[in-house]
């Protein structure tokens, strides 16, 4: 049985930092991270392949954020720098078995719990 369990969420101020992890069970995957603010569509953050380790972000969090994994843990983690305002929502992660990660919510079939992340001003 797949699992995915997020943590690592919290309350923070503008410009400060927090790190998510993604713990997964019952399989390897390429894996991505989500995330969700309140009255919007849930949208991509970043993603790393399964076996090559390529990654891929959206353009609002290049350069602030690094995604990365472990693999002998089959952990996914999120480094959040310089985090704004806007960063606000809750993030998921997610899994697909593909040796390919992607960009989009439909192209994945696992999904974590969601983890809030609060940035204030």
């Known amino acids: 049985q797949v699992q995915l369990v997020e943590s690592g969420g919290g309350l923070v101020q503008a410009g400060g930092n927090l790190r998510l992890s993604c713990a997964a069970s019952g399989g390897t995957f390429s894996m991505g991270w989500f995330r969700q603010a309140a009255g919007k569509e849930r949208e991509f953050v970043a993603a790393?392949?399964?076996?090559?380790?390529?990654?891929y972000y959206a353009d609002s969090v290049k350069g602030r954020f690094t995604i990365s994994r472990d693999k002998a843990k089959n952990t996914m983690y999120l480094q959040m720098n310089s985090l704004k305002v806007e960063d606000t929502a809750v993030y998921y992660c997610a899994g697909r078995p593909s040796f390919v990660a992607a960009s989009t919510v439909r192209a994945y079939d696992y999904w974590g719990q969601g983890t809030q992340v609060t940035v204030s001003s």
């Open positions: 790393i392949n399964r076996i090559s380790n390529t990654t």
